[in-house]
């Protein structure tokens, strides 16, 4: 499918920079490229070979010394023809080589519309569609490697796998449905049964990969929670490795959340500092606790800092680390005690930064399954997430009602195609334009 439109857009972001990239595709984008060249221009544009050319104004004057790069379709990310331009980051020159495009036949394109065109003709499936947007807004370099195994076609390849099997399976019972008048046939029955088997326990193994990578791929958001005073700035700070946070020794210093950014382990962070949770009469701070005790119960892990060594450690669970601060304040003696009594306490002391590297592990280890990395596969959006929930729910049913379905086999079948169904919604066939819509909306226009 190739729309009759051919869009225009920058490909790289606004600001003045050494090079910048202008992209054209559809079937006029080397028409249009030919006609911002001198009238004289005797050079042809070879396909995947980048030229050194002038450009002009409609008026013929020179505007920049680019470099064209044709890629012919169907062999582009689009599968129509692509030209690109690389001109000088000046926005004058970006903003008129897009003016000048528009002048002779192309249109501005829609958010995403170069990586939708590419899904719509077949260069690429709704996963890898959507992986290219999670590549591009990558914070880690973690995050970037998961999003290219992903773009390279690992949860695709393993998706057509398994539909494959659905369908070997489905049509073991309509041929049933076709051919046996009496009894259906077990042996083909048993195959169709463990094909549904395998395919159920590998949708299975997938659920479970969707909450380390949701964390690698958008980040996880940690929240430092406490009574006033414990020293939640001052650690966040030392997190940061920055000033971030204002610090004071007088209680209710925060009284507002604060969010900063990093990345730990590979994984990006969204630190959270809240405001002091104590019982209070003022009408400020007392939101503050309140969006405090919000965000604790909405993050994907809490750090409850205390800083003595007296206070009931008794609201332990696996989204929470309790971490002893100002460890420097207290002797060996004590601390060991201390620590031996709750060996699930991490102790630090933020305002020097001592163990700042332990407890990073630790939430590490908070926010990970033991066996990160050992899958090549990863489900990384919610949108994946719930369409192999609900294929695995739809093998369920099946599994556990096979024999009540094989009396009515050809409602087998159907309960068999509807998994099928479901999980085109992943891999685009019965994808509708509202999801379509979602995806693409989130790219930027030149991608």
Not at 127 to 134: D, H, I, K, P, Y
Not at 230 to 255: F, Y
Request: hydrophobic letters at 40%.
């Amino acid at each position: 499918m190739h729309s009759k439109d051919t869009i225009v857009a920058p490909s790289t972001p606004h600001g003045y920079g050494g090079l910048a990239v202008v992209r054209m595709s559809g079937d006029g984008a080397l028409r249009v490229a030919n006609k911002l060249l001198p009238k004289t221009n005797t050079t042809p544009l070879i396909n995947r070979f980048a030229t050194t050319l002038l450009v002009v104004t409609p008026d013929g004057d020179p505007l920049d010394d680019v470099v064209v790069t044709l890629f012919s379709g169907p062999n582009s990310y689009t599968g129509e023809d692509i030209i690109e331009i690389s001109c000088h980051g000046s926005p004058a020159i970006v903003s008129s080589l897009v003016s000048f495009c528009v002048e002779y036949g192309c249109r501005i394109a829609d958010p995403g519309e170069f990586t939708r065109r590419a899904y719509i003709n077949g260069k690429l499936d709704l996963v890898q569609a959507e992986s290219v947007a999670s590549l591009i807004h990558s914070r880690s370099l973690d995050a970037a490697k998961l999003n290219v195994r992903l773009v390279r076609g690992s949860l695709s390849n393993k998706l057509v796998e398994l539909r494959s099997k659905l369908i070997k399976a489905l049509s073991l019972i309509e041929f049933e449905l076709d051919v046996s008048e009496d009894e259906l046939d077990e042996e083909r029955l048993n195959t169709a049964f463990s094909l549904l088997v395998s395919v159920r326990e590998i949708f299975s193994t997938l659920l479970k990969t969707y909450h380390d990578g949701r964390i690698i791929t958008s980040g996880a958001r940690v929240v430092l929670s406490g009574e006033p005073n414990v020293g939640k700035s001052t650690l966040l700070n030392a997190l940061l490795g920055k000033n971030r946070a204002i610090t004071s020794d007088a209680p209710g210093t925060t009284r507002d959340t604060i969010e900063a950014y990093s990345v730990v382990g590979g994984v990006p962070v969204c630190f959270v500092d809240t405001a002091g949770i104590r019982e209070t009469n003022n009408a400020i701070e007392s939101d503050g606790v309140r969006r405090s005790i919000e965000e604790i119960e909405t993050s994907d892990f809490t750090l409850r800092i205390i800083d003595n060594i007296s206070y009931p450690v008794d609201i332990i669970n696996v989204k929470t680390l309790v971490v002893l601060n100002k460890s420097d304040l207290f002797s060996q003696k004590q601390l060991k005690l201390f620590l031996n009594k709750h060996n699930n306490v991490v102790s630090i002391s933020a305002i020097r930064e001592q163990n700042i590297s332990l407890l990073e592990n630790k939430i590490l280890s908070g926010l990970l399954n033991d066996k990160f990395h050992s899958a090549d596969i990863y489900l990384t959006t919610s949108r994946q997430n719930s369409v192999i929930k609900d294929c695995h729910g739809g093998l369920e049913n099946i599994l556990s009602s096979w024999n009540v379905l094989l009396a009515t086999a050809d409602v087998l079948a159907f309960e068999i195609r509807d998994v099928i169904d479901n999980l085109g919604f992943l891999m685009g066939p019965t994808t509708p334009d509202t999801v379509l819509d979602k995806v693409f909306n989130s790219f930027c226009v030149g991608k």
